[in-house]
């Protein structure tokens, strides 16, 4: 597998986010960046993820990428939509219930638009950790089956905090 890449685009009023090969945690950091960059503009009418050259989605990228439909549904009253014609990528997607909260299609998106790459900043450990819970309780919200398979995880790294993030909470 390829180390995964973030790239995105805007395309005729929609954001377009393209995770191309194995994306996993180190890349949260540029995917959080972007995602807090877009949701704060109003100028766009929809969002897409491009899955159509991913290789393999973590579960932390899976949590941002839930977060995206619960923050455009609740500030925009839009439902994004996935290009995901791999169908073992589909098929991790259906069992978290992301067709609930996104349109899911299994056509690889295709436009000529240049896609600029987003590169990962670099996250200490705590960092990387509260990304990870974060994301994780984002999969928890959705439905009982997600909440019953991370909630051992969570419950593990929240334990595992410092002194100093626990009295933050």
Same mark, same amino acid.
């Given at each position: 597998?390829?180390?995964?890449?973030?790239?995105?685009?805007?395309?005729?009023?929609?954001?377009?986010?393209?995770?191309?090969?194995?994306?996993?945690?180190?890349?949260?950091?540029?995917?959080?960046?972007?995602?807090?960059?877009?949701?704060?503009?109003?100028?766009?009418?929809?969002?897409?993820?491009?899955?159509?050259?991913?290789?393999?989605?973590?579960? %932390?990228?899976?949590?941002?990428?839930?977060? $995206? +439909?619960?923050?455009?549904?609740?500030?925009?009253?839009?439902?994004?939509? !996935? #290009?995901?014609?791999?169908?073992?990528?589909?098929?991790?997607?259906?069992?978290?219930?992301?067709?609930?909260?996104?349109?899911?299609?299994?056509?690889?998106?295709? %436009?000529?638009?240049?896609?600029?790459?987003? $590169? +990962?900043?670099?996250?200490?450990?705590?960092?990387?950790?509260?990304?990870? !819970? #974060?994301?994780?309780?984002?999969?928890?919200?959705?439905?009982?089956?997600?909440?019953?398979?991370?909630?051992?995880?969570?419950?593990?790294?929240?334990?595992?905090?410092?002194?100093?993030?626990?009295?933050?909470?």
């Amino acid at each position: 597998m390829t180390s995964g890449e973030v790239f995105a685009a805007f395309v005729n009023g929609v954001h377009v986010l393209r995770l191309t090969g194995d994306v996993r945690l180190n890349l949260c950091s540029a995917f959080e960046h972007y995602l807090d960059e877009i949701l704060e503009r109003s100028d766009f009418t929809n969002v897409v993820i491009d899955l159509s050259d991913a290789q393999g989605v973590d579960s %932390t990228t899976l949590g941002q990428i839930a977060k $995206v +439909a619960i923050i455009c549904r609740e500030r925009f009253d839009i439902t994004p939509t !996935i #290009a995901s014609p791999n169908p073992s990528i589909t098929r991790i997607l259906l069992s978290m219930g992301f067709d609930q909260v996104f349109h899911i299609v299994d056509q690889a998106f295709t %436009t000529d638009v240049e896609f600029d790459r987003w $590169v +990962a900043g670099s996250v200490d450990q705590e960092e990387a950790r509260e990304q990870v !819970i #974060a994301a994780h309780k984002v999969l928890m919200s959705m439905n009982d089956a997600n909440a019953n398979t991370f909630k051992a995880l969570v419950d593990s790294l929240e334990a595992d905090r410092p002194d100093r993030y626990k009295r933050m909470l």
